[in-house]
Each structure stands twice: as C-alpha cells, then as structure tokens.
C-alpha cells in the first residue's frame, strides 16, 4: 500500500472561499504531482515539482497554486473557489530511473471537491 | 494534447473470458506504465514496461509494447467480478519527469 495521504477526502464549499488540499507522503520520493481528473474522464497534470522549492505548471491550466518546502509534503491552494473548480484531485509521487525519466507513481485516494 | 489514448473506451465482458486494452502514444518514451482505478478511488500502478521491452507479465496480466508503432496492449486473463474498474496507460517520455495519462478503458466484468 502506498505510503501517501491527501485530506480531506471530501470537500463541499462556497465560492469565494480559500481552501488547500493536503499530500504528505512518506516514501522520501523527489517528485510530486498534482492530476485534475473529473469523473469517468483523464487525467490532466496540473503541477508538479522536482524537488524543494521547485514547482512547475502543469499541461492543464489551472488557477490554483502548490508549494514545496518539504519534501514529503505538497499541498495545493485555491485562493477563491468557483463551480468550475468542482473536480477531484489525485496527488502522486515517484522515484526517478536512473536520472532519466519517471517510474511507477505512487496515488493518494484523492480529494473530491464541491464547490456551491 | 494528452500522450496516451486508450481503446476501446468502454468494454463489458462476461467472468471468465479474456479482456484486451490498447493504448497509442505520440512521442518517444522511455517507459510505459498501466493503471488501474477503482470508482471514486486513487490510481494503482499495475505494470511498467521499459522501451526495451516487448512483452512483460505480472499474474493475469500481459503487456505487450510496440515502439514502432507506438502502442502498447494490456491482457487480462479469466477475469473476474472485481477486474471491474478504469485502467489507464501512462508514458514516461525520454528525458523527460512528466507522466501522461490517457483516457482511460472501462472495465465491466459481469458474474
């Protein structure tokens, strides 16, 4: 079982209103991730990170920001919720191959949000 | 775009019988990897296949790759009620830290 946690598990609020999903992971894993994916649909990366204090963008435009200031650690803010932020969100990591690519990803259960 | 495209997009079949999934890619990769999701779940890696490779196992499932075509096949033998579920392809591109996923084949096996 993967060793990667994100709360809450479920989220409903009102729009305009500030919320961060959490990831903690405890593998030591360099990379983080962060997936839109609605249901029954793909998923689009929306933020990763190499390592501390690096985080990029995504293939998917998103209006919410992440951090790393830790290495276990990656949450993921959206200063004013709207509807169309209504979604769930899948944070993973991975170890690198041999300094080339990526290998297997490690999920969290994901964090559904509602926003009213 | 997304990298991976995976077909059929749906696919019901009866416990017992045999279930192939397809998966095309655009770019080179280093690595392809195959997925599985339950409902409403987070995703769990299956199997990972090097660029080097054409063909790996893991229990029921077999995972062929052809690079020169770029598309790789997941086979799942005698299925069961519980194979129920998405699975997903991802590839992991040479040089590069991004894994892309497709959209994905439902899964329905039927008791």
């Known amino acids: 079982e993967a060793d990667i946690y994100q709360t809450p598990r479920y989220l409903v609020i009102g729009t305009g209103k500030k919320i961060t999903l959490e990831c903690s992971q405890t593998?030591?894993?360099?990379?983080m991730y962060w997936y839109q994916q609605d249901p029954g649909m793909e998923l689009h990366l929306i933020h990763y990170?190499?390592?501390?204090?690096?985080?990029e963008k995504g293939d998917l435009s998103s209006e919410s920001t992440v951090s790393r200031i830790r290495t276990e650690h990656f949450p993921l803010t959206l200063e004013s919720a709207r509807p169309s932020h209504t979604s769930q969100y899948l944070c993973?990591?991975?170890?690198?191959?041999?300094?080339?690519?990526?290998?297997?990803?490690?999920f969290g259960e994901g964090s559904r949000l509602t926003v009213l | 775009s997304q990298q991976g495209e995976e077909d059929p997009q749906a696919l019901s079949i009866q416990e017992g019988e045999n279930a192939t999934m397809n998966c095309s890619y655009k770019?080179?990769?280093?690595?392809l990897q195959w997925y599985r999701q339950n409902s409403g779940r987070g995703l769990v890696h299956l199997i990972l296949?090097?660029?080097?490779?054409r063909e790996k196992h893991s229990g029921r499932l077999r995972v062929t790759l052809d690079t020169s075509k770029k598309s790789s096949s997941l086979l799942i033998t005698a299925s069961r009620a519980a194979d129920t579920a998405s699975y997903f392809c991802?590839?992991?591109?040479?040089?590069?830290?991004?894994?892309?996923f497709g959209a994905g084949t439902r899964l329905f096996v039927k008791a």
């Open positions: 993973a990591s991975s170890e690198v191959l041999a300094g080339v690519s990526t290998g297997e990803l490690f």
């Open positions: 593998m030591g894993h360099d990379k």
């Open positions: 990170s190499y390592g501390v204090n690096s985080t």
């Open positions: 770019t080179s990769i280093n690595n």
């Open positions: 296949i090097r660029s080097n490779e």
């Open positions: 991802a590839t992991a591109r040479t040089g590069g830290f991004k894994t892309i």
